[in-house]
């Protein structure tokens, strides 16, 4: 298990999802803010801003090590806290040949009966009806970048690189249908600045996460996780009042996952670790005392 976990981390390095949130906890700083992490390994240490793959190769590079040999055991903290992680403790990955997952540094054997059970689980989740006028298109993101562009006069080149996905998407549904947008809307917590939300509308509070890949969309989930906590605990101020806490998966795929009568059917997600972390997160949130719902949108590719 471990020597196929290093050669997935060599030959496809978007089937692992490293959760930084994991490290950092209810004081998690989302991305965008200033968070620095410390590697290390066998006394050469160095400092960085995020951890993803090409950091930890650039480390190894740095420093003469092996990168394949090492990466699980590089040591990560982040800064001003002592706990000392492994790159392993922070490492989600599923096994479907061996039929087991990694979470937290351990390895789960699972079944036919668990993904009976994980299925079942999923079945109780509710989910908005799929809108196709909420997906992202070509066309709606040029229509946004020819608008800003009249409007500010600004380069095209220039908007589209202020404008990332995420930013325009949310910006749109912001001021087409309605949503209140809280994306950069950032709340200081212990002098680190946060995003308790994307968007919100009808007492809803909305991640939005646009992705194809277990490791970008495990990150909403561990977003959404975060913002309730830290909204719950009276530690951020949200000017609206919250019942529900919805995933907004912007799948970038052309295949549909609704079942007939249009809902989607989070079981026709073909990630096993994904569905796994819905799972959890929809036991975290009912145990808060909030509803979780599930959005599902596509975006054009």
């Known amino acids: 298990m471990e020597s196929e976990l290093k050669r997935n981390i060599v030959d496809n390095f978007a089937v692992i999802n490293i959760s930084q949130l994991e490290i950092i906890g209810v004081s998690?700083?989302?991305?965008g803010t200033e968070v620095q992490y410390k590697l290390s390994y066998n006394r050469?240490?160095?400092?960085v801003n995020c951890i993803d793959e090409q950091e930890l190769k650039k480390f190894c590079d740095e420093f003469g090590f092996n990168y394949t040999d090492v990466v699980l055991d590089i040591n990560v903290k982040i800064d001003n806290e002592q706990k000392v992680y492994k790159v392993k403790d922070i490492i989600d990955y599923v096994s479907e040949r061996e039929k087991c997952v990694l979470?937290?540094?351990?390895?789960y054997i699972y079944n036919s009966d668990y993904i009976e059970y994980l299925e079942s689980s999923l079945g109780e989740l509710d989910c908005f009806e799929y809108d196709p006028k909420l997906d992202f298109t070509y066309k709606m993101y040029d229509e946004f970048i020819l608008e800003k562009e009249k409007k500010t006069k600004e380069d095209k080149d220039v908007l589209i690189r202020k404008y990332y996905a995420e930013r325009a998407y949310n910006i749109i549904m912001s001021e087409?249908?309605?949503?209140?947008n809280y994306d950069r809307k950032q709340e200081l917590i212990k002098g680190n600045s946060v995003e308790v939300m994307d968007l919100y509308k009808e007492k809803c509070m909305y991640v939005v996460k646009i992705g194809n890949?277990?490791?970008k969309l495990c990150y909403a989930v561990d977003q959404s996780i975060t913002g309730l906590k830290?909204?719950?605990?009276?530690?951020?101020?949200?000017?609206?009042t919250i019942d529900t806490v919805v995933l907004w998966i912007i799948l970038e795929r052309k295949e549909h996952i609704e079942d007939k009568f249009g809902k989607p059917d989070v079981t026709n997600l073909n990630t096993l670790m994904l569905?796994?972390?819905?799972?959890?997160?929809?036991?975290?949130?009912?145990?808060?005392?909030?509803?979780?719902?599930?959005k599902i949108n596509y975006r054009e590719i």
């Open 213 to 215: 890949t277990s490791s």
């Open 44 to 47: 050469k240490s160095k400092v």
């Open 275 to 294: 569905k796994i972390r819905i799972d959890q997160w929809m036991k975290e949130v009912r145990k808060m005392g909030y509803k979780p719902m599930l």
């Open 103 to 107: 979470s937290k540094g351990k390895w």
């Open 176 to 180: 087409r249908y309605g949503y209140e």
């Open 28 to 31: 998690e700083v989302f991305s």
């Open 230 to 240: 830290l909204y719950k605990e009276g530690k951020v101020f949200v000017n609206n």
